[in-house]
């Protein structure tokens, strides 16, 4: 696995993500606290595969890059 910083705005979420209940504000405050632990996962055209809890943190803490 290859882990970069790439800019938020590329990454496009999967428009079929299971999960609807997302504890964003949990994850954000974890993310200022701790940093990333695991990365956004995401497939050769910037899909979201794994991490959409970590994008909407991500977006909600105003940060530019994530891994």
């Known amino acids: 696995m290859d882990v970069k910083n790439i800019p938020i705005e590329q990454l496009k979420p999967y428009e079929k993500n299971p999960r ?9 405050r974890s993310i200022e606290q701790f940093g990333f632990q695991q990365p956004i996962v995401v497939d050769v055209g910037m899909n979201i595969v794994v991490g959409h809890t970590r994008y909407e943190a991500s977006k909600l803490l105003g940060l530019k890059e994530v891994p």
Do not use: G, R
Request: proline letters at 0%; aromatic letters at 0%.
């Open 20 to 28: 609807k209940s997302l504890n964003v504000k949990k994850v954000a």
